[in-house]
T-cell receptor, first 113, second 113 residues
């Protein structure tokens, strides 16, 4: 079946550090892949996405590349800020059954000044 | 921001009572979803709708029912609330197709005592 596995958190970094949050998936077909971010007390919002193999999604300094050979979609940022502190969710979108989203468990990121 | 409103935002209820949560959208999106968010579980789909009066179950639908009599409103009902249904509930909307973004409401924090 379809599933998403994220690295467990919390991940604690100092400001300006390099960030990687790992995400791997299991899916049939060619799903679309997403990263969503949830700031404290808010709903989720789309951070970036990729819809086919080798696509790179990017937004606000974050990047992730759709790697079909390793079934991965790792989130990276070169220099994190305190304002990046949030929970990050990796998700895949099924290619059938009404395009449902399958979610990872979320990774809490804490950035210390 | 996408026009999606959840009500109430917070609710405390007693075990055994029925509870209804409302999701209202102004975007005319076809798909609407109810998720619950619990620590360590990410988001789990309860029910979703793909049109007026067209609904289907998600992975954790037991104890929940939904109704969609108008495009803009999607109601989630807990028939007889239990403590295991204490959670944060999110409504989401999306359009049809692969790679489409889901937009989330602010969430409803429900406590069953």
């Amino acid at each position: 079946g379809n599933s998403v596995t994220q690295m467990e958190g919390p991940v604690t970094l100092s400001e300006e550090a390099f960030l990687t949050i790992n995400c791997t998936y299991t899916a049939t077909g060619y799903p679309s892949l997403f990263w969503y971010v949830q700031y404290p007390g808010e709903g989720l919002q789309l951070l970036l996405k990729a819809t086919k193999a080798d696509d790179k999604g990017s937004n606000k300094g974050f990047e992730a590349t759709y790697r079909k050979e390793t079934t991965s979609f790792h989130l990276e940022k070169g220099s994190v800020q305190v304002s990046d502190s949030a929970v990050y969710f990796c998700a895949l979108q099924r290619t059938n059954s009404n395009y449902q989203l399958i979610w990872g468990a979320g990774t809490k990121l804490i950035i210390k000044p | 921001d996408a026009g999606i409103t959840q009500s109430p935002r917070h609710k405390v209820t007693e075990t055994g009572t029925p509870v209804t949560l409302r999701c209202h959208q102004t975007e005319n999106h076809r798909y609407m979803y109810w998720y619950r968010q619990d620590p360590g579980h990410g988001l789990r789909l309860i029910h979703y709708s793909y049109g007026v009066k067209d609904t289907d179950k998600g992975e954790v639908s037991d104890g929940y029912s939904v109704s969609r009599s108008k495009t803009e409103d999607f109601l989630l009902t807990l028939e007889s609330a239990t403590s295991s249904q204490t959670s944060v509930y999110f409504c989401a909307i999306s359009e049809v197709g692969g790679g489409t973004e889901a937009f989330f409401g602010q969430g409803t924090r429900l406590t069953v005592v």
